[in-house]
């Protein structure tokens, strides 16, 4: 097969894979869009091709919700603190070593799928949140700029919350989408992504949300808890494929 020809089936057959584990667990897509494609890619051409399937799937999920107003004015300064971290953490993906990144996205996949596999829920006190919260939003915004992963640590901070089923996942619509805004405004300005970068990126929307919608329909077919544990356990593996395999 032409090298181009398989690189655009991987890059469909991802972000169709992507979407269906979003559909189902309502997160996850840049996290295993940068976990297969930074198999093939660099981690900064991966991060650029999620940009606009991510934009496009979080906002749709962050307007879905209930209390667009009410998590505004409780996470903003959560989210202008990624916004900031972001900015500093890119300079990795842009100028870094290409080993090096890689193993940062392979460690930052690997931790993620075992606290979530392993890990017990802990709980922060309102009375924290206030701190704890631009805490959270920086050392995110520098995973999410080293990386393109933005799970850690936003998504176990917002779950330790106590927030209604509806409400978590509004605010991590509102966290991935602020976090996939800052990154595409770091790398367009540094000049980390082409034209033909936000060309691919833009076609990767159709086959993510032919994906979500997928994921919709297996959610009401399979338990959403053992397909969860199913998708942990691979990114476990392949975050740890990737965070070893400079090595060697």
């Keep these: 097969m032409d090298q181009n020809l398989f690189l655009l089936a991987a890059f469909t057959a991802t972000f169709f894979a992507a979407g269906i584990v979003k559909g189902v667990t309502g997160m996850g897509l840049p996290t295993v869009a940068m976990g297969v494609l930074g198999a093939l890619l660099s ?15 979080n906002l749709w999920q962050l307007l879905a919700g209930p209390n667009f107003g009410a998590m505004i004015r409780r996470f903003w300064p959560m989210m202008l603190m990624v916004a900031l971290g972001t900015v500093p953490g890119s300079a990795l993906l842009i100028e870094g070593d290409t080993r090096v990144t890689t193993t940062a996205l392979g460690a930052a996949l690997t931790l993620y799928a075992a606290y979530a596999l392993l890990a017990r829920p802990f709980r922060v006190p309102e009375r924290l949140e206030r701190v704890a919260s631009p805490v959270a939003g920086f ?7 080293g990386t393109g992963v933005f799970v850690i640590p936003a998504v176990p901070y917002l779950q330790s919350l106590g927030l209604e089923r509806d409400d978590l996942v ?21 000049g980390g992504i082409g034209s033909d970068g936000w060309l691919a990126s833009a076609l ?7 994906g979500m919608q997928v994921g919709q329909l297996v959610r009401t077919r399979i338990s ?5 544990r199913l998708f942990l356990v691979l990114l476990l593996l392949l975050g740890l494929d990737m965070a070893f395999r400079p090595l060697f």
Excluded: D, E, M, N
């Excluded at 509004?170 to 966290?175: D, P, V």
């Design 224 to 228: 959403p808890l053992l397909f969860r």
């Design 170 to 190: 509004q605010a991590l619509g509102l966290s991935f989408t602020v976090s996939t805004i800052a990154l595409g405004l770091a790398l367009g300005w540094s």
């Design 43 to 57: 981690p900064l051409a991966a991060a650029s091709l999620l940009l606009a399937p991510s934009f496009v799937t």
């Design 204 to 210: 990767a929307v159709v086959p993510a949300l032919a």
């Design 139 to 145: 050392v995110t915004g520098l995973v999410t700029g």
